[in-house]
């Protein structure tokens, strides 16, 4: 099977190929069909950009919202491009604005897709449950803003520094708090869900910048009761260290050497 997927079924062996055929369906798309919001019976269907945000733009939410301050996408439409008389850009339709349309999100956003989203389990599992201690991390690195780094000794600002696991290492905490809640993976693995498409009033309980909470992952459901479970575990758990970017990056590195030559 070719990897760059376009569309719903259609597969191309290039990346170039691919850019090729999706400049050509917009161009192609009729004059009338400019500036109306796609559905299923125009040029583009509108389930096509559904499919390619949803398995090429797992941060789309969170783009849009960072560069238009807008809802979430709903749909979209055709325009030209101002320099030729064919429809080249596709537009965000704004969510509360029925008299125009946001700035123009280019065709190349579009052409410029490559293999795709690939769900993977383990590592967005382990960000989801980063994501039930953001708070908590910030908190520290907050409280100890200023101060030195346990390792280099030097004075650290808090956008300089990072919260740094001592004992147990994140990975263990996790591990064991599976172990003795009897948590399986596949069962976590339903509940994780990416922070654009959380409800933001879900997302204000993390406490921290709602934009910032809106890129992590977090295991949603149940009344959130694992997410807050392990958040009360690691609070109870974890001994956390003040470290400088430089001093956490080798330290990271040099515990990866030791789990991989294990």
């Keep these: 099977m070719s990897k760059y997927k376009l569309f719903n079924g259609t597969f191309y062996k290039t990346k170039g190929a691919c850019r090729k055929d999706w400049r050509e369906i917009v161009q192609k798309t009729p004059i009338h069909e400019w500036g109306m919001p796609l559905d299923e019976s125009t040029h583009i269907k509108k389930h096509d950009i559904d499919f390619l945000i949803n398995n090429y733009f797992d941060c789309w939410d969170d783009y849009v919202s960072y560069k238009f301050m807008s809802r979430p996408v709903v749909s979209f439409c055709i325009k030209p491009n101002g320099y030729f008389n064919n429809g080249v850009e596709v537009l965000h339709l704004e969510a509360t604005n029925d008299q125009g349309f946001t700035d123009a999100i280019n065709q190349d956003n579009f052409s410029c897709f490559g293999t795709g989203y690939l769900w993977n389990e383990?590592?967005?599992?382990?960000?989801?449950?980063?994501?039930?201690?953001?708070?908590?991390?910030?908190?520290?690195?907050?409280?100890?803003?200023?101060?030195?780094?346990?390792?280099?000794?030097?004075?650290?600002?808090?956008?300089?520094?990072?919260?740094?696991?001592?004992?147990?290492?994140?990975?263990?905490?996790?591990?064991?708090?599976?172990?003795?809640?009897?948590?399986?993976?596949?069962?976590?693995?339903?509940?994780?869900?990416?922070?654009?498409?959380?409800?933001?009033?879900?997302?204000?309980?993390?406490?921290?910048?709602?934009?910032?909470?809106?890129?992590?992952?977090?295991?949603?459901?149940?009344?959130?009761?694992?997410?807050?479970?392990?958040?009360?575990?690691?609070?109870?758990?974890?001994?956390?260290?003040?470290?400088?970017?430089?001093?956490?990056?080798?330290?990271?590195?040099t515990e990866n050497k030791e789990r991989y030559a294990a």
Excluded at 222 to 245: M, R, S, T, V
């Design 122 to 253: 383990k590592l967005n599992l382990n960000n989801a449950f980063r994501g039930a201690i953001i708070k908590q991390m910030c908190d520290f690195k907050y409280d100890h803003a200023n101060k030195v780094c346990n390792v280099c000794k030097q004075t650290t600002k808090y956008e300089e520094a990072e919260a740094d696991h001592v004992k147990p290492l994140f990975t263990e905490i996790v591990d064991n708090f599976k172990i003795e809640k009897k948590y399986a993976d596949d069962y976590l693995g339903k509940l994780i869900v990416k922070g654009s498409k959380l409800p933001l009033s879900f997302l204000k309980t993390t406490g921290i910048n709602t934009d910032l909470a809106r890129y992590w992952y977090y295991l949603y459901g149940e009344d959130q009761k694992i997410h807050n479970e392990f958040a009360e575990y690691h609070k109870k758990h974890a001994i956390l260290q003040f470290l400088c970017k430089n001093c956490h990056k080798e330290k990271t590195k």
